[in-house]
């Protein structure tokens, strides 16, 4: 077993995460990009700092959603694009103990999670519109440009990376232990050795020695010998990865898509296009059945709270997760191909049939004959016969599968009906 599979160990069981998008974006209430996509000047965006108080701020709200989505991690941002600081940095002013909220957000969010029994996570981004020594492209119109009040100065960019290295330092010094250093992103040129990676990554591992990493600072997690700062995992965004991720000897690269609930990761107020608890359910299933995980995005609003609808999305999911979080939680892909009426995820012998779409008649297995032990519906443990249907053997694929009988037109759950199946 390689590293990255041992360290990775908890996380590949865990498989469901909350993310959450928390910063001075939520005032303007536009989403996290606001800064740069209105091309807010300095002046535009410093109100934010003076304004933010959130008085509604309660982080054991947040994990005890968390927790009974069925969640079992949470990354937040400490520091997002806009460079403001949601911890107390000895490097910066742009900071929430120096705003009206007066105190470290990241010193509480870790402690209530700690006592939820989640595991902790930390975002921080390598953009930078705030810092005086990020780059602002020249004269490029680009949308990771930096702080535009700058655009003319001579920058020492090694200045942005002492600071990031010393934040970095800060976060996993000052917290206790760490869980998941979540870094955001690369692009273009801004990769790898500009942030000096290398150097980064070992002074993470030594200061947090379980600590895993995403693949953002850079680097070929799917090489055969990856960079020491190619990452942990892989961290695609917005999609699960139509056929998982192998690296280039075609093993499993352990992987985490990130998906917000709406089209944007911090508070949008009018921002309604929430995925149902349906799709929800299932893109995590598709995730489990591609051996991934999923990190669920809310995004608190000013005050501190999470939105109503993302609340009620996360307690839909958690009262499925009840029932059925054995068909997800230690599960992976199965090496059985994708069945027609759903999906698999299995875990050892217990191979889990997701049916999406109930048909007509009896549900078909195929490859299963004589394989299966023992057919229960998880939610309620009841019973399931596996049987030849009439004429069975007239259809050409009956010799090697399975038939199991379903009662009623409707399946019992519309979202995801699991069946529990005990092979050999
Ligand atoms: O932190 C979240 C996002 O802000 C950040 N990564 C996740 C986890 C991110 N999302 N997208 N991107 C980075 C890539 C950049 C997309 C952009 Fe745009 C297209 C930036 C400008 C044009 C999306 C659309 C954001 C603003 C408009």
């Not at 000096?196 to 591992?205: F, G, K, P």
Request: charged fraction near 25%; hydrophobic fraction near 35%; proline fraction near 5%.
């Amino acid at each position: 077993m390689n590293k990255r599979w041992e360290r990775t160990a908890w996380f590949r069981e865990a498989r469901f995460g909350m993310f959450i998008h928390w910063g001075l974006y939520a005032i303007p209430a536009r989403g996290e990009w606001v800064r740069s996509v209105e091309k807010l000047s300095n002046e535009a965006y410093e109100p934010y700092f003076h304004e933010f108080d959130p008085d509604r701020y309660d982080p054991r709200a947040w994990a005890r959603a968390a927790k009974a989505a069925g969640q079992q991690y949470a990354v937040l941002t400490t520091k997002h694009h806009d460079g403001f600081c949601l911890f107390d940095s000895e490097f910066t002013a742009y900071k929430a103990t120096n705003s009206p909220a007066q105190r470290d957000l990241i010193q509480e969010y870790v402690e209530a999670f700690r006592d939820e029994g989640l595991k902790v996570g930390f975002y921080y981004s390598l953009i930078d519109w705030h810092h005086e020594d990020y780059p602002a492209y020249g004269d490029r119109i680009h949308p990771m440009r930096g702080n535009e009040a700058f655009r003319n100065k001579a920058i020492q960019f090694e200045r942005y990376v002492d600071y990031l290295h010393a934040q970095v330092k800060e976060l996993l010094t000052n917290y206790g232990k760490i869980d998941i250093m979540w870094f955001d992103f690369s692009y273009d040129e801004m990769t790898g050795e500009k942030w000096r990676a290398t150097e980064l990554v070992h002074m993470i591992r030594s200061l947090q020695p379980d600590i895993i990493i995403d693949n953002r600072l850079g680097g070929n997690i799917k090489a055969s010998e990856p960079e020491v700062y190619a990452g942990d995992f892989y961290s695609p965004e917005q999609i699960v990865p139509p056929g998982g991720i192998v690296d280039q000897n075609g093993l499993n690269v352990p992987w985490e898509a990130c998906i917000t609930l709406n089209d944007n990761w911090g508070y949008h107020a009018k921002d309604q296009a929430y995925k149902s608890p349906k799709q929800v359910i299932r893109a995590l299933v598709e995730c489990i059945s591609k051996g991934g995980n999923m990190l669920l995005n809310v995004g608190p609003d000013a005050r501190g709270e999470i939105p109503k609808p993302s609340l009620e999305i996360l307690s839909a999911v958690g009262e499925w997760m009840q029932r059925n979080g054995e068909s997800i939680y230690g599960c992976g892909a199965s090496e059985l191909p994708k069945p027609e009426w759903g999906r698999y995820t299995q875990n050892g012998s217990m191979l889990y049939a997701h049916v999406f779409d109930r048909g007509i008649g009896p549900l078909y297995f195929s490859g299963l004959k004589g394989k299966i032990k023992k057919a229960r519906l998880l939610a309620d443990g009841s019973e399931l016969k596996v049987s030849l249907p009439w004429m069975a053997e007239q259809y050409s694929d009956t010799a090697s599968g399975a038939f199991i009988h379903l009662t009623g037109a409707e399946l019992p759950d519309d979202r995801d009906t699991v069946i529990a199946l005990e092979i050999e």
